[in-house]
């Protein structure tokens, strides 16, 4: 039996303040200050500081970055094909997926607070599963600091890239969590296909469905409406996932009601990187029951020089889209942790006991200010062990 206490804690959504007590991994009591030791365990006086839920970044490319490589200045064509093709191109020349610079991004996100992840990772006939054992291999060695489930993704299209099809069954039967998909129309030009062949393999082996959507305007609220259709028809509800969704930030408003109501009927959930264009309607979103996560996207790689890995900064650029006031903030930062954690099915994730005890620690006097300020995160607490410190791995 292993056991952490943290004293004097200010929990998110709690009045006053209370010592946690960490026991195997899980929380096991909150109680009034100063009630007792940790029977042993390692002792944390932190002196009133805020505990929030680790952080969920639920839409990342962990595969693509150049964390802790070479400058590469942006040099993409417009477009989102021409990234496409820069990407594929040029991964070659840097050495795209290497498992050194996702081991470093990811401990950059640690550190920042993170502790679960999902990550698409590309799948197409020139890398085969290598962004797949590249990601794998990096979070092995951090050794259980961090959760990280991978997507098969069709970055460079499914139907327009023969073989790909193939090789996201492959990525799947080697133990993939989610399959992905990626404007069905818009790329693929064949969107009843490209979803049948993508919710087909979900029924297969039983996984969840991650559809990037970008296309926008009447084309993407279609394509909306058929992601609904099948979730529904297929019983996947809480298993299927649309990121960008660019669809519904520009829908007017009898179109997004529309279609608010379809994902709540479905269970389907959003996942944002803002900023992007059109930004969801965070508050509908969350009056009408849908999980909507945060991600990072790409993180300093061939398709933009941008990008930390903290998820703070992220919440920070959805609460200047979403609103100033305090309210406002903490709806951003909740989709930055509880949101994602319901968007990825994440069980006993959270501040209660009995939930995983996977914490972040920041010195701020409530959450808006966290997300405002953004100081360095105090201690990082991944399965009731302490990962990082003061921006620091701890090893």
């Known amino acids: 039996m292993t056991e952490l206490l943290l004293r004097d804690a200010r929990i998110w959504g709690r009045e006053g303040s209370a010592d946690l007590l960490i026991r195997d991994g899980r929380i096991a009591e909150l109680r009034e200050p100063g009630q007792g030791g940790a029977g042993g365990g390692d002792v944390e006086d932190l002196g009133g500081k805020l505990v929030l839920p680790g952080f969920v970044d639920g839409h990342a490319h962990l595969d693509k970055t150049l964390w802790g490589g070479p400058w590469v200045p942006h040099d993409a064509a417009p477009g989102l094909m021409g990234k496409i093709r820069n990407g594929q191109e040029r991964r070659p020349e840097f050495g795209i997926p290497n498992a050194d610079y996702v081991t470093a991004l990811l401990e950059n996100m640690i550190v920042c607070g993170t502790t679960h992840v999902r990550s698409h990772v ?5 890398v085969g ?3 797949v054992e ?3 291999t990096a979070v092995e060695r951090h050794g259980g600091r961090i959760s990280v489930e991978l997507v098969a993704f069709p970055q460079a299209g499914m139907l327009i890239s023969p073989g790909t099809e193939a090789l996201m069954e492959e990525a799947l039967r080697a133990g993939v969590e989610s399959i ?3 404007d069905p129309a818009g790329v693929d030009r064949d969107p009843v296909r490209h979803l049948d062949i993508v919710f087909a393999l979900a029924e297969r082996y039983g996984v969840g ?5 970008h296309d926008g305007g009447t084309l993407g609220a279609w394509q909306f409406e058929l992601i609904i259709e099948r979730t529904r028809v297929l019983g996947l509800s809480g298993k299927v996932t649309i990121s960008h969704g660019f669809a519904l930030g520009d829908a007017d408003p009898a179109t997004r009601d529309r279609l608010i109501a379809g994902l709540a009927e479905a269970g389907v959930a959003l996942a944002s990187v ?3 264009r059109g930004v969801l309607p965070l508050r509908l979103l969350r009056e009408a029951g849908i999980p909507m996560t945060l991600g990072n996207d790409g993180v300093r790689d061939l398709w933009s020089p941008f990008g930390t ?3 703070l900064e992220r919440a920070l650029f959805q609460a200047k889209g979403t609103g100033p ?10 989709a930055a942790t509880y949101g994602g954690a319901r968007a990825l099915a994440l069980r006993d994730y959270g501040l209660a006991v009995g939930d995983h005890a996977d914490l972040v620690v920041v010195d701020a006097r409530n959450a808006a200010e966290a997300v405002c300020v953004r100081p360095r995160r105090s201690l990082v607490v991944k399965s009731g062990r302490i990962v990082a410190r003061e921006g620091d791995l701890v090893r």
Not at 122 to 126: C, E, F, M, N, S
Not at 209 to 213: A, E, M, N, Q, Y
């Open 274 to 276: 803002a900023p992007s």
């Open 180 to 182: 992905g998909g990626l």
């Open 309 to 311: 890995g903290d998820m």
């Open 129 to 131: 599963l290598g962004s």
């Open 325 to 334: 006031r305090d309210e406002d903030v903490e709806l951003a930062l909740d």
């Open 134 to 136: 590249a990601v794998r």
């Open 122 to 126: 590309d799948v197409d006939p020139l």
């Open 209 to 213: 469905v991650d559809i990037h959507l």
